[in-house]
């Protein structure tokens, strides 16, 4: 395990708390964050701000001092009411923000949630990831949010949840420093911090199988299942009627799009692009060609409303609400 991943989400975390989760290229990429800051900016997790016309003067480090005009070799002239003309390196006019919304799908990438699932329940502060079940018959509703110290945003999330239906089986991932305050809504609730359960990884957050729950192998207990998605995404099968059908990566796509959606109905445009088709006329049914027995048990279109709906069998519904 690498160092520098470990802090690179730590100054991320710390980013995230911040009101505007924005910082200046200097204090980025300068001193003890510079190889944590160097990391989130190859990932694409901040990308670049508004130039600030005033930065704390270099010289004094009191006063603002304005940026006069560009020099060469990367500096910038700066005038200071109290020290005259500095010149310092342009990095510290440069600012850099979270690209919350690529944070929010590195996220659901490490949790093998469909980017299709995120639907952002408190603008710019907490999101609904999705749906995995890592242990069989136990469901995680996953959520993203910051700022849990103010109890507004938590109370907030809180009722969400309960929308959701999900008071049992949420599970919310934070940046904000835990324990909660006393007095949060969120007391009682499975709240974890994202610097201990996962780490920046390639285009995604690694999660640490340990503390997530390692998916189980259902093997044994196949047999008790006459109808159920619940294998789809552990072992890319379905069951019906008692036979084991091994879904295409197309149809396994659709599936899981509609398991993770909110409430398990996508118009065909979301479908088409959930399972990355290309084709002017996309059918669900067509995709599902070589496994009819699969789309028929547990997908129907409703043409009223134009959208495919899961059809979730009664065995499914300690899982998929
Ligand atoms: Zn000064």
Partial sequence: MSLAQISATAVLCQLLEQEKPEING????????????????????????????YVTCPECGIELARVVRELAHENILL?????????????????????????IDYL?????????AKKEVNLNLAWRMGVTEPSRGK??????????HDHKVAHRLVETIRQD??????RIITSSELPLPAGSPLIGFDVVHLGAIARIS????????????????AMADEALHTNTLRFVRTEGKA????????LEPRQKNILLALIDSLHHEMENAQLRSACGSQAD????????????????RFIKYQSGDGVYALQISEEDHDWLI
């Fill in 281 to 296: 006329t996309f059918s669900p049914r067509k995709v599902f060609d070589r496994n009819t027995q699969v789309y028929n």
């Fill in 108 to 116: 659901m990438l490490g949790l093998g949630i469909m980017a299709s």
């Fill in 165 to 170: 239906l999900a008071h049992k089986s949420a």
């Fill in 26 to 53: 200097h204090s980025l990429l300068a001193g003890e964050v510079g190889h944590a800051g160097r990391d989130l900016l190859r990932e694409r997790l901040l990308v670049m701000g508004p130039s600030l016309s």
């Fill in 139 to 148: 469901p995680l509703t996953w959520y993203f949010a910051r700022h849990l």
């Fill in 79 to 103: 005038y200071c009411d109290e020290c005259g003309e500095a010149s310092s390196p342009r990095a510290l006019r440069e600012t850099y923000k979270v690209n919350l919304s690529k944070f």
């Fill in 239 to 246: 069951i019906v009627d008692g036979v084991e059908y091994f």
């Fill in 202 to 217: 390639q285009s995604k957050f690694e999660f640490f199988r340990d503390r997530v729950g390692v998916p189980v192998s």
